[in-house]
């Protein structure tokens, strides 16, 4: 299967805002989005979204800052990252998975599909 190709990311003050970009198919699963990383931390969703319905899922920390949005005539997700903090830095994947459960807190991210490679976002103080 194609891997996905992320784009975006990089470096930016607190209260900046950045974009991220993954060309990803929803033939491979439904639910495309969005999880984070940093060192010695598990991999945490961030966002989600079904590529029909169109329903959203955040996590609690970003809710009201971050959009998340699907062009499905491209197979391409957004997401838009307002009001960034310190917090938020991190290697972002996109990935797909076949359920929403997969983007909940303490999940078997066993049941994600595929990964991207990884996006770097810093946010300095």
């Known amino acids: 299967q194609v891997q996905p190709v992320e784009s975006g990311g990089g470096s930016v003050q607190a209260g900046g805002s950045l974009r991220l970009s993954c060309a990803v198919s929803?033939?491979?699963?439904?639910?495309t989005g969005w999880f984070r990383q940093t060192p010695g931390k598990k991999r945490e969703g961030v966002a989600t979204i079904h590529a029909s319905t169109g329903n959203t899922y955040y996590t609690d920390s970003v809710k009201g800052r971050f959009t998340i949005s699907r062009d499905n005539t491209n197979n391409t997700m957004y997401l838009q990252m307002n009001s960034l903090k310190p917090e938020d830095t991190g290697m972002y994947y996109c990935?797909?998975?076949?359920?929403?459960?997969?983007?909940?807190?303490?999940?078997?991210?066993?049941?994600?599909?595929?990964w991207g490679q990884g996006l770097q976002v810093t946010v300095s103080s």
């Open positions: 929803s033939a491979i699963a439904p639910w």
């Open positions: 990935a797909a998975s076949p359920g929403l459960g997969s983007w909940l807190p303490g999940a078997d991210l066993t049941t994600v599909r595929i």
